[in-house]
């Protein structure tokens, strides 16, 4: 089916480690996000792309980069995990056509220990 | 910056009830565009229903409408009929037409209960 796929659904690490949260889509989207949901905040923006080469910081980018080498694949790299960075976390992507909205992935539920 | 603000935490409504969640936005721009999303248990952001700026008519989908009040900046969803399943976390979010970045802003969200 088409959409976007996250991987893994589920992650503990320990603290300082670093691991990659994958995500692809296959709807030739040209934007693909990263949000991080905590209780009761909401969903907040980590990091964006607007096409393969192209990404910029959301509004709680510390502690992650974003690589995009192609339109399909934006994963997720935490550098050396924080307990703060305990939280599910969300990729999206969306056609040229904002009025559409975005696809969302199943999440990521990731602890840090 | 544009922010979404849903000043309900959590709401309740009797099954068969009707129901409406509340949001507002604030923004300096004339053209943009609205969405609900539905959260259930099962964690996965379901798209419910959608309104572009420029349309005065509210959008309707099934038993989900909104009412848009442009001048207000408020954005609120109506539930009619509720059902069960319609139990879940509600985000009201915002998205600018022009700019590069195009990417959603989200409410802290509506946690909604429904009860039998």
């Known amino acids: 089916n088409a959409g976007v796929t996250q991987t893994p659904k589920f992650q503990v690490l320990k603290t300082g480690q670093s691991m990659t949260l994958q995500c692809a889509q296959d709807?030739?989207?040209?934007?693909m996000s990263w949000y991080r949901q905590d209780p009761g905040m909401g969903l907040r923006l980590i990091h964006y792309s607007v096409g393969a080469g192209i990404t910029d910081q959301g509004e709680v980018p510390n502690g992650y980069n974003v690589s995009r080498s192609t339109t399909e694949d934006f994963p997720l790299r935490l550098l050396s995990a924080a307990p703060s960075q305990t939280s599910v976390y969300f990729c999206?992507?969306?056609?040229?056509?904002?009025?559409?909205?975005?696809?969302f992935g199943s999440g990521t539920r990731l602890t840090v220990v | 910056a544009q922010t979404v603000t849903q000043s309900q935490p959590e709401m309740s409504v009797q099954e068969a009830e009707t129901v409406t969640l509340s949001c507002t936005y604030d923004t300096s721009e004339s053209d943009y565009y609205l969405f609900w999303y539905k959260q259930p248990p099962s964690r996965q952001m379901i798209l419910v229903i959608r309104?572009?700026?420029?349309?005065?008519q509210n959008a309707t989908e099934n038993r989900f409408s909104v009412n848009f009040q442009k001048a207000a900046k408020s954005f609120s969803l109506k539930i009619s009929d509720s059902q069960l399943g319609d139990a879940a976390m509600y985000f009201c979010?915002?998205?600018?037409?022009?700019?590069?970045?195009?990417?959603?802003?989200f409410g802290k969200g509506t946690k909604l209960s429904v009860k039998p």
């Open positions: 979010a915002y998205r600018s037409e022009v700019g590069s970045q195009g990417n959603l802003i």
């Open positions: 309104q572009e700026a420029y349309k005065q």
């Open positions: 999206a992507s969306s056609s040229n056509s904002r009025n559409y909205g975005y696809t």
């Open positions: 709807m030739n989207h040209e934007y």
